[in-house]
Every structure is written in C-alpha cells, then in structure tokens.
DNA sequence: TAGTGGTCTAGACCACCTG
DNA sequence: AGGTGGTCTAGACCACTAC
C-alpha cells in the first residue's frame, strides 16, 4: 500500500501554485512576493511533496512577470531547501519526511510552536576589553566596549547564555528595550546597522556558571556560537559569544550542492 | 599609533582589483571566473580590510560583461562574508580581525592548514532499517538500506564519526573507494546527484563507541550533524549522522541580514 | 526534437546616501 | 545633484534531459 502511495507521489503532473498576483506598487520586490506564495503553498499543502512545479516560462506567463524575476524566486526557495532544481527536467518539491518541521527560521524558532519567549539581562556595563574580544572586534586591548549577557527562556525553560559586546557606546540599548526587543533590532534604531556576519558553530562543556543558568550538569555538552558581525564600513559592530542547551536548541542549515560544471576556475 | 592605522583604513580609495579577463570559451561561467577573482584578490592582501571596491558599473566597462553578471559575481562573494555591499554607499571589504583565517570550505577545512585528511572505514553492508531512518529517506521501516560508518582523521588524529545511510544499493561504493574518495563523489559517480540537503547542527555528549574512536572521555561534548541529501525527483537518497571533536572540526557559516524593506508581504 | 533550467545582454527606473 | 546598489524587462543562446 505504501508503495502505491510512493508511485502515486512520483507521477504528480505539473502543478501551477495559486499566487497571488504581484503587487507592484508597494516597497516589496516582486520576486519576494513570489518566493513567499510558492513557499506558502508548499506549506499548506497545494504544493505537495514531490510535486512538478510549473517551468519558469509558464510561471512568467501566468504571473506577467519577467524570467529572472522568477528565477530569483525559485532560487530563494530552493536555497531554503524546500525546492529542487535540475536542468532538462525541471523543479519539484522536496519530499520531506514526516517527522521534519519544513521551515524553520534560523534563530527565531523560539516562537514557533507556540513557545513562548523571553529575556532576562544579567549584565549590560561598559567595561575595558580583553584580548580576545579586542582582536574579534579590531580594537586594541582594553578599549571601552558595551557588554551584555543574557539568559533566553521558551516557556519559561532556559534555552541559551548570550554574552554580546559592542564596540564603543550605543545609545538606546537600555535594560527594558533588551527584555521586549532583540539586540539587531535595537541596533539598528541607533543607526548601528549589521549587514554580515561570520559565525563559528561548535561545542564544548558548560562551564560551572553556564550549568547554574541552564539547569544543567557543570561540564554537559552546549552549542556554541561564536559571532562577528559587519557595517556598511566593513567594520566590526558586534561580537556575539552564545550557547545553548543542545536539547532545546538547534541550528537548521539548508545546503545547495556546488554545479560540477566549475571545477576549474578559468585562467 | 594604531588609531592612525585605522583612520588610514577607512580613508583608503576605491580599488580595482586587478582581475583577469573572464575566459568566455570555456564551460566555466563568467560570474564564477570574476567571484574567484575577487576572492583571489581579497586574500593576496591587492584588496586590504576595509578597501572600497569599484562600483559595479566601473567593473562591467572594465571587464566588457554586463552588470547583472557582476552583480552576481560580487553577491556570491557577499555570501562568503568577505564582502559587504550598501545602496547609495558602495561595497567594502570587510575588517576581519588578525586571528580570523579568511576562508573556510564547509566540510573541507581538514584539507586545509596542510592537515593531511584520511579516512577508515568501519562498517559497509546493506541492512534493514530501523524507524528512525526509514523516517528520514521516507522508507518503510525494515526496507534495506546501504549503512556505511566511518571515521575521519587529520594527521592521523581523529576528527569525526560518519555514519550514512542510503536507501537501496548503489554500485560502486566500495571500501577501497570510500578510504580515497568522498562519498557524495561516489554517488554522483554512479549517478546518484545530490542537489539540496537540509541540515541539522546540534551537540551532544558522546557515546561510549565514540568515545573510543575519538579518543575523548565518555559522555566529553561533540559536535553533531544531522543531514538529508535530496534528488532532482525530490526524494530522499542519503541520511547523515555525523559527530566531531569540537576541539578539532568547527562550523563556518557567513549570514547576510535580511533586507528591512520586507517587513510585511505584500498581499 | 522539444522542453527544461543556466547564463548573459543592454538597457531602464527606483531608493538611498553623500556632497 | 550625482553616484551607489536594488529591482526589473524582453529578449537571446547554451547544455542538458527526456522521448
């Protein structure tokens, strides 16, 4: 019987999702109006898994849009893993299995499934740097930054240790604001506006602080995520140093496979 | 003295790197030829932390392509992290403090820093499945499945435990083979393509078979990856369940800020 | 052979930032 | 006002896959 089902996934015809006809007249680009309709019908289950999505021409077609509008559409999907592409035989909706969650931002999964977050901030202080943050963020040993270290709570449950510094002062970043609003956010009302950043993921055992914070043994395993983030300037605005209980957080890292047509870069 | 080197930095004028006219014959494509030619410049030191890179259409006159695909050139280095771009500013090359190593390649740092990579083969035969894995590759529970684990070293010293799962048998994947080349090599080779995964990073402590393997305490913190490899039919056609010593294998991965102007989807 | 996605062009208008 | 990156168009040719 299931494999019935499986033969029946397999010969899905072409399905052309019901978007919404593009607004062209507000700030949101278009190709990001079609992204999220394509990304909701798979959601909701117009779109099922295995599914053939219509060509791109026939999507530029129906929708007056023109191809690479589309094609960077498609692409933002595909580079959330929910789609795949290949030449000469066309787009399908990956088959995800049924335990999988099918979208999860990276860093706000706290609120999804309804669990509730919050924030509690142990420390926010302008203190001289170490050496490592100082090398982290350019500056020299001992330079004045903004440190905050925070617990962030689902349910009520501990979930992570955050410590983050900041180079120099930034005003608006005040106790209150920290509890309601997220740090970039707040960053960015001051005008400090992050544009990328390089991240490191690892692991390692709890220190006997982080164990109190967490509710954990002292030396239990937490994820660490070590964080630089860049302005405009290219220069260093903050340094983020995070674990996580591994048991109630995770990182989701979606992957597009290199074309093997480029393993030789041309002279 | 230091601060006169960052003001220095942050005066630096615009730059054009010195790239190779892109080679319009070969199979490799024009914005990959001008992406590595950036990145080529960034880490010869011709592109210094902080420096200005021309406008994108300066670079398209100088080069003789056209701006879209120096665009994507310049974004694929953007999503490296080695690059930041801004409207009405122009793009810089980001400060990266002096501890940083420039670029790392996700799964193929163990190549790097000259570590010799090797890999041992513990287990290579078809099985059936138990629940958690037919989950994952959207199998029937007992249906068999190719089980490979293997150990991964860099000179010499352990790095991680592999296991992989692939529904059905695939030719050509052979002890012999698997201690030379990768795995996802393998497959393509005998025809299997991966084009997407989804991914799961987490930690845990160690088992205590792991703990052997990797030379580590029982229960000592790894790092863990959790991966499912797609097709271009959308179906499932490998599980991964990695784990690493944290203290020699770490995650890399550049993050772009989500643009503001998106905050509500058009309807 | 017909259809698919992958690449590329030569324009255009816009929002944004700095002078 | 002038320059920057962000978006979009309406074409074109190519490589690949299936039939």
Redesign the interface.
């Known amino acids: 019987m ?2 019935v089902i ?1 033969v029946a996934e ?1 010969e899905l015809g072409v399905l052309a999702p019901s978007l ?1 006809l ?2 062209r007249s ?4 278009l190709w ?2 079609i992204a ?1 309709g394509i990304i909701r019908a798979i959601d909701g289950g117009e779109l099922p ?2 599914a053939l999505l219509e060509s791109e021409r026939a999507m530029c077609d129906r929708l007056g849009v023109s191809r ?1 509008t589309v094609r960077r559409a498609i692409q933002d999907v ?1 580079d959330k ?1 929910l ?4 030449r000469g ?1 066309g787009t ?9 969650h099918n979208l999860t931002s ?1 860093f706000e999964e706290l609120q999804a499934a309804g669990r509730r977050p919050s924030t509690k901030v142990l420390e926010l202080r302008r203190e001289p740097c170490g050496g490592e943050v100082a ?4 500056l ?1 040993e001992g330079s004045a930054v903004f440190h905050i270290q925070r617990v962030r709570f689902a349910d009520g449950a501990p979930i992570g240790v955050l410590h983050n510094y900041l180079p120099g002062s930034v005003r608006g970043i005040t106790l209150g604001a920290l509890e309601t609003d997220g740090l ?1 956010s707040l960053m ?1 009302s001051a005008g400090v ?13 709890s220190t006997s602080r982080e164990s109190l914070l967490l509710a954990i043994e002292r030396g ?4 660490t995520v070590d ?10 605005i903050e340094h983020g140093l995070h674990c996580y209980r ?1 048991d109630r957080y ?8 290199e074309d ?3 393993g ?4």
């Open positions: 299931k494999g499986r397999a919404l593009p607004n507000g700030p949101v680009p990001y109006q999220s898994a295995g690479l595909v893993g789609l795949v592409r290949r035989v399908r909706v990956v088959r995800l299995g049924s335990g999988q990276l090398e982290r963020l350019g020299q970039y960015r506006v992050p544009l990328v950043a390089r991240q490191h993921v690892g692991a390692r055992g239990a395993p937490v994820l964080r630089i983030a860049f302005n405009a300037a290219g220069e260093a591994p995770s990182l989701d890292l979606p992957m597009r496979f093997q047509t480029r030789r870069i041309g002279a």
